[in-house]
């Protein structure tokens, strides 16, 4: 059965889901921020400034109307920064006349409050407007998913329900789509594997080679899981899409924003001209923050986040905090994971 969707947010990510759920004869009113956006994604069903070389589909409706997008939708894409979230979600509050579906697909984590983007729309949005949330999360730039290459994600609700009639809304023969019950694990696989693609940008720039890149992903991996298992997550999901998938492709794509800011860093230009330049979010720097005090808060050793939140916020050196992450004291490579693989320390000898 097709419907009429409600995609806020008309960035890459936002314009690439609408793009996919329109292939599957939906019905989608993309709500953007800008006039000009909105213009002309309704006369040249293009979004230049995100989606360059693009061609919409008709069944997108661009609108600036927030009561227009929602009018009537019983499911809301919710495709902002995770800056943008608790805004949004109270604008939704304000205008939605019965409960929704929200189906976010950002990823990041809040500083300070430290809460995953489920509990943060869950603060701002009552039980009486919110039916329920599910994230969409995994491996899927939007270049390529608005080119219709194949593509997997996985799909992750308190309700299999909500989950499943997410997953039957986008799958189709260049999207497909899996569920997984573990929301905590798909949040902070989809959140913090940004902070490691930041760190693998850097160690290219510094003209670093593939081994480098190869124990960045695999070591990022490891505290990832370390801090994820203290939350709550099932080890296993960072095995899957939202976990090693999304770290490969955003470690290793020219598309990643994440990456390509951590380039720049490592060829030595400064975080806020870097930032300055890219036009589009780059997650990882606030989720960098986050990160180092989730760690300190569950006492999770997590080195390269440290030594990434020194490179972002303490001025350091990003060849010498290479240099000390090599440096560190000498250990068996399963040794923080036995708490996440549930094992014995004399069974790791
Ligand atoms: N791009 C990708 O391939 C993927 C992105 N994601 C995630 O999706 C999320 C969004 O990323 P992405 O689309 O790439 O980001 P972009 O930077 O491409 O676009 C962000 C969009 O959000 C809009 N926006 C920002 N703040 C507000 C606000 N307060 N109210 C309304 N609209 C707002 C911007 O509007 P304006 O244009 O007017 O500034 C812009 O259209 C991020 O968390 C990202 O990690 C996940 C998977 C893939
Ligand atoms: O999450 C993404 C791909 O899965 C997009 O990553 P970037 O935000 O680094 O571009």
């Given amino acids: 059965m097709t419907e009429k969707i409600a995609v806020l947010g008309a960035g890459s990510w936002g314009t690439a889901l609408s793009l996919v759920l329109a292939d599957n004869g939906h019905d989608v009113f993309l709500w953007a921020k800008s006039e000009e956006r909105m213009n002309e994604i309704n006369a040249s069903h293009k979004n230049s400034r995100y989606l360059p070389d693009i061609l919409l589909p008709e069944n997108i409706t661009g609108t600036t109307s927030l009561e227009e997008a929602l009018s009537g939708v019983e499911f809301v894409v919710l495709a902002v920064p995770t800056k943008a979230i608790r805004e949004v979600s109270s604008q939704i509050v304000s205008t939605v006349a019965s409960p929704v579906t929200l189906i976010h697909v ?127 997550a099932n080890p296993l999901t960072f095995s899957g899409l939202a976990g090693i998938g999304d770290l490969i492709v955003t470690c290793t794509s020219v598309h990643s924003r994440n990456w390509r800011a951590g380039n720049m860093l490592g060829k030595g230009q400064k975080l806020e001209e870097v930032l300055a330049s890219m036009g589009m979010v780059v997650e990882g720097v606030r989720t960098t923050k986050a990160a180092h005090q989730l760690s300190a808060k569950y006492d999770v050793q997590m080195p390269i986040t440290d030594a990434l939140y020194d490179v972002l916020f303490e001025q350091r050196d990003p060849k010498n905090a290479v240099d000390e992450l090599m440096a560190r004291v000498k250990k068996h490579e399963l040794e923080d994971l036995i708490n996440v693989l549930g094992m014995k320390k004399d069974e790791l000898s």
Avoid: C, W
């Fill in 106 to 232: 950002s990823k990041g984590i809040e500083p300070d409050s430290l809460l995953r983007i489920s509990e943060m729309i869950e603060q701002e949005m009552p039980e009486d407007v919110l039916r329920d949330v599910v994230v969409l999360s995994g491996p899927s730039h939007a270049e390529e998913v608005s080119l219709r290459h194949p593509t997997t994600v996985t799909v992750s609700s308190k309700s299999l329900e909500a989950a499943q009639k997410t997953q039957d809304l986008f799958m189709n023969q260049h999207f497909r789509v899996y569920t997984n019950p573990d929301i905590i694990g798909v949040e902070i696989g989809g959140a913090l594997k940004n902070i490691i693609a930041l760190a693998a940008g850097i160690s290219d720039g510094l003209g670093y080679g593939d081994n480098a890149k190869a124990a960045l992903i695999t070591r990022g991996l490891a505290e990832i899981a370390r801090l994820g298992a203290k939350m709550g």
